[in-house]
C-alpha cells in the first residue's frame, strides 16, 4: 500500500517561511511524479506544485511562483516545499499526493495523497 | 486561470441518482481529455474516484460514473447512499503542466 505522510506546518508570521515534507512508503519512490496541493478552510482545491521523477524539472502555479519551491530526495522518499514570504491567503491544508500516469506518460489525476499538514499564516 | 466552477450544493435521497456538472473553458475541460473527480468525506484526504472523464479506478464503486461534452464535465452517483455524502471535487488539465480544480460540491443524503 502506497502512503504518503505530510509534516512540517505549523503557525508561521506574515513574511515568514516554512518547509513541508512528504515520506512515501510503499512504492518505488523515484518513479514517481510528486505534487503539493492545499485547501484553504471552508474552500477548495488548488494545485500548487509538481516535480518530475528526478527532480530536474518543477512546475508551479501562478499564485505561488516565486514563493514557494519544489524539491525532493530520492535517497530519503521524500518530497519537500519550501514556502517563503507567506501571507494570510496561504493558510490552508497542503496535502502531497502522487501523479497517476497511462502508459504513455499522460497524468491521469492524483492518487493517493498524504493526510495534509494544516498551515496557519498569522500574527 | 480560474477555479472550474461547481454547484455549491447537491442533495437527493437514498437510492436516487445526482449529477454534479464541473464548468470550465475551451483551455481546459473543453481541449483536453483529461477531467479527474475526488470525493472528501470531513476531515479526510480527497480519494481518486474518476480519470479521463469517465473512467474509474480499480476498487471504486460501480454507482459513480463521469461523461464530458465540450466545456462541461459531469459526476453522477447512482443509487445514492448514505456513505456518499461529501465533498466532490472535479479536476482538469490546463495545459503547460498546470491543473484546476473546481470549488467543490457538497452532496447530501435526505
Known amino acids: 500500500e502506497v502512503l504518503l505522510l505530510d509534516s512540517g506546518g505549523g503557525l508561521v508570521q506574515p513574511g515568514g517561511s516554512l518547509r513541508l515534507s512528504c515520506a512515501a512508503s510503499?512504492?518505488?519512490?523515484?518513479?514517481?511524479?510528486m505534487a503539493w496541493i492545499r485547501q484553504a478552510p471552508g474552500r477548495g482545491l488548488e494545485w500548487l506544485s509538481s516535480?518530475?521523477?528526478?527532480?530536474?524539472?518543477?512546475y508551479y502555479a501562478d499564485s505561488v511562483k516565486g514563493r514557494f519551491s519544489i524539491s525532493r530526495d530520492n535517497s530519503k522518499n521524500t518530497v519537500y516545499l519550501q514556502m517563503n514570504s507567506l501571507s494570510a491567503e496561504d493558510t490552508a491544508t497542503y496535502y502531497c499526493?502522487?501523479?497517476?500516469?497511462?502508459?504513455?506518460?499522460?497524468?491521469?489525476?492524483?492518487?493517493?495523497w498524504g493526510q495534509g499538514t494544516p498551515v496557519t499564516v498569522s500574527s | 486561470q480560474s477555479a472550474l466552477t461547481q454547484p455549491a450544493s447537491v442533495s437527493g435521497s437514498p437510492g436516487q441518482s445526482i449529477t454534479i456538472s464541473c464548468t470550465g473553458t475551451s483551455s481546459d475541460v473543453g481541449n483536453y481529455n483529461l477531467v479527474s473527480w475526488y470525493q472528501q468525506h470531513p476531515g479526510k484526504a480527497p480519494k481518486f474516484i474518476i480519470y479521463q472523464g469517465t473512467k474509474r479506478p480499480s476498487g471504486v464503486s460501480d454507482r459513480f460514473s463521469g461523461s464530458r461534452s465540450g466545456n462541461t464535465a459531469s459526476l453522477t452517483i447512482s443509487g445514492l447512499q448514505a456513505e456518499d455524502e461529501a465533498d466532490y471535487y472535479c479536476?482538469?488539465?490546463?495545459?503547460?503542466?498546470?491543473?484546476?480544480f473546481g470549488g467543490g460540491t457538497k452532496v447530501t443524503v435526505l
Open positions: 516535480i518530475s521523477e528526478s527532480g530536474e524539472n518543477t
Open positions: 499526493a502522487k501523479e497517476v500516469k497511462d502508459p504513455s506518460k499522460m497524468t491521469l489525476g492524483f492518487d493517493p
Open positions: 510503499g512504492l518505488t519512490f523515484r518513479s514517481h511524479v
Open positions: 479536476c482538469s488539465y490546463a495545459g503547460s503542466r498546470h491543473w484546476l
